[in-house]
């Protein structure tokens, strides 16, 4: 978040949002085609006894009208000065598990203002007992705009849901006056290979090998033993190919980069069954004599690389830099910060240079026509030569570390993030660009739009801890493995984004041992960097807080994690499986987190193994970790509670007793 989006007082796992086009050119990304209407009576134009057909009764601020709709047809019309009231218009939809939906509703306003976004439409799932599971939102429109299509795509509905409801409304807080009309929900089906990446950074390499995925939506009528994937690529006589893909879900394939054609070439995959081809979609790979001279970049391996050397950023957001505050920031651990106010001069540039810090610059608000574009941002134009002019005045600073690029806006303006990226890119070549997102279920759909990407589970307190360990997996597995992730733990209080002292007085800020525990749970399930929301609202000192002792504890943290810099940016055991498993007792049945709240992962270091292991449960586990291989004499703790190493038969085992949310590194070491 960040700008902290959120939809009443819990945080909305909400999913995917927004449409696509859809094409049948090969090798386009996420085109799709679209079922039939789903919605009843989608423009309220049919009455029976009185009633809208299909529509359920809504309160005194909603109306339906004659000859208000879009072509002088009938519309549902909002009109309401109380900001407290809310409302949700709505009809029950037949959707399908493991299937996605589009949704769109068309929408004029007069003089609809607030500090949300205004009219709009979402999709909400809940479970047999009527319990809600989440759903999809939009953003919507407010002031005076004439009639307005806001359209959104469902993430899959899970296996879990029961029902699900469609409402065009308005969000809460907002005073004025708004008329929707032509609600539709269709399903969406994506193409069984939505797009081709690799594990090189923008697909380019002078060595090595370079692993090769296809992102795959198989129908599941087709799913079966003929389905095969096959990747076709020039060799280095300029030979086409065509290899099958090798590992277990077939979708991917490795290749050495010395066997590739030098220079830039088409990688291609193909989804068959049998003989018939299902679909297909390619990437361009570049060979390169010598990768070209970059201040940041990523490694096979994810890790970032500033100057040369590997870097595990580890920051905080802010709003506006200023001198006394870097003063305060810098004495902590922290190495890297993201303040939504990007300095606008070098001297601040230089300021936190000084101090040892390194700066992710935001351009993330210059998109004309969206909610947080600065006044000058009218069109497309605009945006290019403000990005072109602030690239081309800090792209050399040596306190810059990457590009902001988005902040959770929706998968209905890909195709101009994508090109944000690109220009990006071209402007600058030496920094990536870092995008944070919501949408964590839909981080594959977004892979064009950056070269490194976050999500920010924000849970506390409406939600179990161990929201950092499913939205990581989740964020991890979108990447499919060929993109970084700088995760965004929640170090802030809600209460300083509630209006009322009633809304102000159910939230806190997360405890020490949750900030702790968040914050290893992303690294022990794949986070190559943490970029902790936020410093500023450590200053807003909601319901009273100190700021000074928040702080302290955010630098404990952090402390601790700078701490083993050196282990986390080990590649010493690269390709070597340490982990084989974790057991642990079950949660209770009320429990709401993740099936499996005990995380680990293991790194090599000067020859001994390291295995971190992450209790994102609020009770005490006996945890068991499997081991790969054998023949370690001795464990030790490097924080947490003393190891009990356990020599089997064909594998090691390591025993901790875990309390509430407790991480622990355990040192492992070998007999020679």
Known sequence: MTNTYSFGCAVFSALAICAMAATDEVGC???GRWGGELVLNGGFDEVADGKTAHWNTIGRKFTYRDGEGRNGTRALCYENDDPKFYSFPGQKIPLKAGHAYEYQVWVKTENLTGNESGATVCIEWSDAN?????????GGVKGTKDWTCVKGVTDKVP?????????PYVRKGMKGKAWFDDVSVREYVLPPVAGVYSTAYRNMAAEGEVTFRAALDVPEDRAGPGLATWFTYQNTKGDVCRTRATNSLGESVTLKVAEMKMGAQRVAAELFDGKERLGGAETTFTRVERMPKMSTWFDSHGRTIVDGKPFFPLGMYWGAVTTNKIETYAKGPFNCLMPYHAPNSKDLM?????????????????YSGTRWAPKGIKTEADEVRYVTDRVNRFKDHPALLAWYLNDELPLSMLPRLAARRDLMEKLDPGHPGWSVLYQYNSIREYMPSFDVVGTDPYPI?????????EWTKK?????????????VPQAFNWAGYRKTPEEKAKCRAPTEAELRSMCWQCIANGANGLVMYSFFDLEKRPNG?????????????????????????????????IVTGIGHMKPDDDWKGPKHPVSARGWVKDGAEYVLVVNGYEKELHVTVGLAGLGRTAAESVFGPVPKLVPRENSDSLRLRLAPLEPA???LHRSK
């Not at 307190?461 to 360990?469: G, L, Y």
């Open 461 to 469: 307190p409406s939600k179990p801890a161990a929201m950092a360990t």
């Open 665 to 667: 590194l355990v040192r």
């Open 475 to 487: 964020t991890v597995r979108g990447t499919l493995g060929c993109k970084p992730v700088w995760q």
């Open 545 to 577: 807080e100190e700021f000074e002792r928040r702080w302290a504890e955010c630098c404990r943290v952090g402390e601790e994690i700078r701490a083993q810099f050196p282990v986390l940016l080990s590649v010493e055991g690269a390709g070597r499986r």
């Open 159 to 167: 296996k879990e849901a029961a029902s699900a409801r469609v409402s």
């Open 130 to 138: 009527g319990r809600w599971l989440g759903g999809a939102y939009v």
């Open 29 to 31: 990304p996420y085109r």
């Open 350 to 366: 230089d300021l936190c240079h000084a101090k040892g810090l390194k700066v992710i610059y935001s351009v993330k608000d210059i």
